[in-house]
């Protein structure tokens, strides 16, 4: 971190910010929370499945739909910081309210989350693209990497306090309910959002963007109709969003059904804790040697050293049976997990033109969004038809080995940039 810049530090920090949020709402605890207070009102387990899919579902698919859009908005000048800053109250404002609305309101607890996933995504959409703002193309993969790296180990922290305030409260250490403990982790995670993110807000500017225009929203989408017009002057960039789409699909999916899947070898949820904790740890300095081996090796070739690390992790899969088993999957995992998002990210800013950056990073969102549907689907049905978890996660060796091949007809050093072209 010493290396770099105070813009490149306040971008990477955003990582640490937010990171609280994907772990506690998304992931570890929110998700338990919303179905016990389900259960408490009266709903069967399915049903509040089903809702929680469905919201899920829908406030994804509200923000990537509209993505490409916000990207072209936010390419005039002014507006990327603006759009940052509004996503980013939204979904501090509905976090909060997660630790103070009353859990026997579950259906006011489910809009305040999807809430929080817009709010969540959208800032995301703008804080992938300032990546062309605080650094140059030479330091893009480091920058990158070590943001996630960042990530992985700020999710850490809340993580523990959050945990230790619950397991305390369970077995009554102190003076807490298992509800007030977990509205308080709710709390921890908007402030620890909120506090790492004022660097962001303070120090990082758009340096790249297009003159401003009396309707930016009418000329954001005019500029996105002239985009589709003209794909074919982008064929590297869309090429390389294809072979993402299948291979951070194959990524997600792991990471989405990693607890089901231990779960059905007989792991303890205990230990399951036990073992993501370990793997965002090991995880977060995995990230960075990606970073810097991209920067000798190339950002593709490290990409598809990643995608061969999860074909052997699919491999690995299918004779997996004991505890030990899934600690080394797990480890194998967090080895590779960081480095490909974060080289994707950098790969990708290198490709885009800069003063379109937002826009392009719109529908880097949105194949990063829908890249989590034919994984999930893939494993259930192959699980299902032959009766194996195992060969059900071994089945995504198909979703590596398209990404893989799509990735290596895409140039290695392209960079584009029709930014004259675009604006016309």
Sequence with gaps: MSRMSKQEKSWALYDWANSAYSILITTAIFPLYFKAAATDAGLAGTTSTAYWGY????????????????????????????????????????????????????????????LTVIGFGGTNIFYDAFLVDVTTEEKMNQVSSRGYAMGYIGSTIPFLISIALIILS?????SLSVTVASQAAFAITALWWGLFTIPMLKNVKQVYYKDPVPNPISNGFKQLFDTFKKIKLYRPLFLFLIAYFFYIDGVNTIITMSTAYGSDLGITSTNLLIILFATQVVAAPFAILYGKLADKFKGKTMLLVGIFVYIIICTYAYFLKTTIDFWILAMLVASSQGGIQALSRSYFAKLVPKENANEFFGFYSIFYKFAAILGPFLVGFTAQITGNTNSGVFSLILLFIIGGVILLRVPESTTIRQSNSISK
């Design 55 to 114: 919201a899920n579902s829908i406030a994804t698919l509200l923000i990537s739909l509209c993505a490409p859009i916000l990207g072209s908005i936010a390419d005039f000048k002014g507006f990327k910081k603006r759009l940052f800053t509004f996503f980013f109250a939204l979904g501090i404002v509905f976090t909060l309210l997660l630790a103070v609305v009353p859990s026997n309101q579950w259906l006011f607890l489910l809009i305040c989350y999807m």
């Design 170 to 174: 369970q077995q009554h250490i102190i």
